[in-house]
Structures are given as C-alpha cells and as structure tokens.
C-alpha cells in the first residue's frame, strides 16, 4: 500500500481550503490532513481540526487563540501569527503545503517550505506577483516542487507537461470569464453596486477575488504570476474572454500547435492534480459534476478583452515590464481599493484609478529581499489610504 501523501493547508476556511478539504475527504486513500492554519475563523478551523484529525493548527489573529484552544482535543499542537504559518511550512512530516492564503502572506510561508524541499500548491497569486524573483531563485537552489493551483496556471502546466515544455512555448494565453460586467462601458461601470459586483457569473469565490475578476485585477496578477512560474516574457502573454470558463488557459507552441485544458468550472480538479501530480487519480465518484458534455454545451465562445474600460490589464502590464518593486505596488494598492469599495467609501472605477495614481507615484527599486517587498507593500497601503481619507472626492470629481 502506497504511503499517504501528508498535506498543511494554510488558508483551510477560505474558499480554496474548504474545497481543498473536500478533495482530501474523496481522496482519503490518497491523502490525509496533517496541519491547517486560518486568518481569524477559529470556529471553523476548530471544526476541521476534528473533523480530519489535524496534529497542527495555527491561526493568524492571536485575539482569537484561547477560542481555539478551547475547541481544539489538547494532543493538537496550537501556533499563531505569522510564525505558525512558518512552521507549519517546514513540518518534518509534511509531504504538500497548499498555500491558499489571501495577499502577501504566504511568501514568508512558501520561501521556507522551499527551503525544505516541499511540494507547494499556490494558489496565493500574490507570492510570485510580490516576490517572483526571489521564489524562483529560491526554486533552483532546492529540490521543492512549486505546482499552481490557480485553474488558468494549472491549465497551462498540464500543458506543458503534454508538451515539449517551455522551451518550445511560442505564447501563452490565459481565458478570462469577463466577470458579472461583461461588454459594459465605463460609464455603465461607475454606477456598479457591491452587490452586482460580487455576482460572479461562473465562480464561487471569496468577496476580494470575486471583484477582482469583476475589475480584472485578477487577470492582471495572473499575468505577473504566469510571467514568472514558466518564465515568458509578460508580451506573449495574452488574455482572451471565455464567458463560459471550460478552456481555462491554452499554450501556443512555436511549430504553430495550440495545447488547451478543458474542464467544469470547479476548483477541485486543479487543487487535486497538484496534489497527484505525476498521476491523475479516478474520481468517478463525482463523475456527474467534473465531466465536460461538450454536446450540452453547445458552443464556446470567445472575445478580445476591452483593455480601455478594463484598464487593470494595461496596468499589469506595465508593472510587469518594469519589474522590482512596481508589481508589490500594483498589488497592494488594488487591495487597499478593494476594501475601500467593500465599505462603500469609493466607486467600482475607482479601484482601477487609485491603483494607477499610486503606480504613479511610486519610485520603483529592485527586489532583492523580503525586507524591500514589505517596505513597498506598506508604502502602497499608506499612500491609498492617504489619497482615500484626504482628497479621494475632489481627485475623481
């Protein structure tokens, strides 16, 4: 019988770690749970903890700790803050970290899971996006494994490993869903409620991301986090709009031969082939729901996406080209802008326009540790919420 493949989830009550935990639950003969860790939902995390039997559990918001504590059988080994992330990381026995935490956060927790020569499942587009440089160095100094998680980066790597790989890649293109505000105009955009905006049309996901795919945001970091995981410069990268989400990316090969991965928008089948990468396990078990009907289908559809209206792509771009410090600005100033319009204090189309006047201002440096990337990160954050309290009115009137 073939040892069980053990598996930390950082992130475990987000919508990655909940539906990580489900492919663990099919997959028990595979995998077994061996740590989790959550930002503040200590509830929920206690519940897991349980319910898989994890020896390990950490939680970010120390506030929360003795509700933990408290929830938890006394044989689980309880840490927090940004430390717990850490250790969990490096645990000996540790087979798979899925790295599914919101933002920054997981870059400290992915380094040193490198530095152990773990597999790592990222589907935290913010580690390479803030410090691609330093975590792919990182890559080649170890023997880690870095498998994506994301369905648009998974997609491309299941292509690449059909393939000759990447250096026989022409371009690479990323399918985007287009989001709740497809073919809209920017004046359409500027009356855009929470609501509507968080009315995603083929994906289940948390508030952040879900307006992100509505801004394309997301595609723009995903432009940054495909630049670095297969090495490609960020100009043949595109991005095509696919509303109904079954191509999720394709690779464009230099003899002219197109590779896609199609699948049901679900994030089960990404999250599980990283976790049995080489092999693809069986599951029949949900049949119904992970198999594609193209007859039922009908049609795919795709289209050019409108980079004027949708201007976070430009952005991306620009801030891929210049490199350094500019991407950890790009993100961190979006996320700022993201709350802010989560708390109803500025418009939909003022996320794109805070991002880009802080881009602006930004004096790029190159990244050449952690230190650097935090300092700009905090820089972005301080300046969005400078321009947000004192002049956000009078400079989008």
Not at 313 to 322: F, G, M, N
Not at 325 to 349: D, M, S
Request: aromatic share 6%.
């Amino acid at each position: 019988m073939l040892k069980k493949k053990k598996i930390v989830i950082l992130g475990s009550t987000g919508s990655v770690g909940t539906s990580a935990l489900e492919v663990i639950k099919q997959h028990h003969e595979h995998v077994e749970v061996l740590a989790l860790a959550a930002n503040s939902n200590a509830e929920l995390l206690a519940q897991q903890a349980q319910e898989f039997s994890a020896s390990h559990v950490s939680l970010s918001d120390e506030s929360k700790l003795e509700t933990l504590k408290n929830k938890v059988p006394k044989s689980v080994e309880v840490l927090s803050g940004k430390q717990g992330l850490i250790e969990l990381s490096i645990l000996e026995h540790a087979d798979i970290i899925l790295i599914a935490i919101v933002g920054i956060a997981g870059l400290e927790p992915t380094l040193a899971a490198i530095s152990k020569n773990k597999r790592i499942a990222l589907a935290s587009k913010e580690v390479l996006v803030v410090g691609g440089e330093l975590v792919m160095s990182a890559l080649k100094d170890s023997h880690a494994e870095l498998i994506p998680v994301d369905s648009e980066h998974s997609a491309i790597f299941q292509c690449l490993q059909a393939g000759q790989g990447e250096q026989e890649v022409s371009s690479i293109t990323l399918t985007a869903s287009g989001g709740p505000f497809l073919g809209w105009n920017t004046e359409q955009l500027n009356n855009v409620t929470l609501a509507q905006a968080l009315k995603h049309p083929t994906w289940d996901m948390g508030q952040k991301i879900t307006i992100d795919s509505a801004t394309m945001f997301n595609k723009g970091l995903e432009m940054i986090e495909a630049k670095w995981l297969f090495d490609i410069e960020i100009a043949n990268i595109n991005i095509v709009v696919h509303p109904q989400s079954i191509i999720h990316s394709m690779v464009e090969y230099r003899d002219g031969s197109s590779l896609a991965q199609l699948s049901p928008p679900s994030m089960t089948i990404p999250i599980l082939y990283a976790f049995s990468h080489p092999q693809r396990w069986d599951c029949s078990d949900n049949r119904e729901k992970e198999t594609l009907n193209l007859a039922q289908l009908k049609r795919l559809t795709f289209e050019d996406v409108d980079e004027q209206t949708f201007a976070a792509i430009s952005l991306a771009r620009l801030a891929a080209e210049q490199g350094g410090t500019l991407p950890v600005v790009y993100n961190a100033a979006n996320e700022v802008a993201v709350e802010l319009f989560i708390q109803e204090e500025i418009g939909f189309n003022q996320i794109t326009k805070l991002v880009k006047n802080i881009m602006q201002q930004h004096t790029v440096q190159a990244v050449d540790s952690i230190a650097t990337i935090l300092e700009a990160d905090s820089w972005a954050r301080q300046q969005s919420e400078l321009i947000a309290a004192q002049v956000l009115t009078k400079f989008y009137s």
